[in-house]
């Protein structure tokens, strides 16, 4: 193992029983979240296509990974992988049900877009599948 994938097992195997930091994390994530939602305007960078389901996919799947950890970082023996993708998309789906739902009260904001909830899911998915494997790499 490479100096910098057995420094990464060695922070990762401290910080993954530490279940609170966790959840901390899902909290500042759906403030940043809210706060995000609640405004008429978003920084824009380098346009690409999609580049709107790529940024929800990746923001929700951040948010399922924190939360899969809060849950599970801890748990022995490890869930199984049915177990891990259905918390999780239970998560993304409910969370970005109301984030598509809070949008609809913000000016210039549309909302209720389907896609946008889908690319949610599709985040949280990716994070069990992720979330898994790390996992299973620290155990």
Not at 48 to 70: I, N, S, T
């Amino acid at each position: 193992m490479s100096g910098g994938a057995s420094r990464f097992t060695a922070l990762s195997s401290r910080l993954l029983p530490i279940s609170p930091l966790w959840w901390a994390a899902v909290i500042l994530w759906a403030v940043v979240l809210w706060n995000l939602s609640a405004s008429p305007s978003l920084p824009s960078g380098p346009s690409f296509p999609l580049k709107d389901k790529f940024l929800h996919c990746g923001y929700f799947g951040l948010g399922a990974a924190c939360f899969l950890l809060a849950l599970f970082g801890t748990t022995t023996p490890l869930p199984a992988w049915r177990t891990l993708a259905l918390r999780s998309l239970l998560f993304t789906a409910i969370i970005g049900a109301l984030d598509e739902y809070h949008q609809t009260f913000t000016p210039g904001r549309r909302g209720s877009d389907p896609w946008d909830w889908l690319a949610d899911v599709t985040g949280g998915v990716l994070a069990a599948w992720i979330v898994m494997k790390l996992l299973l790499r620290l155990r």
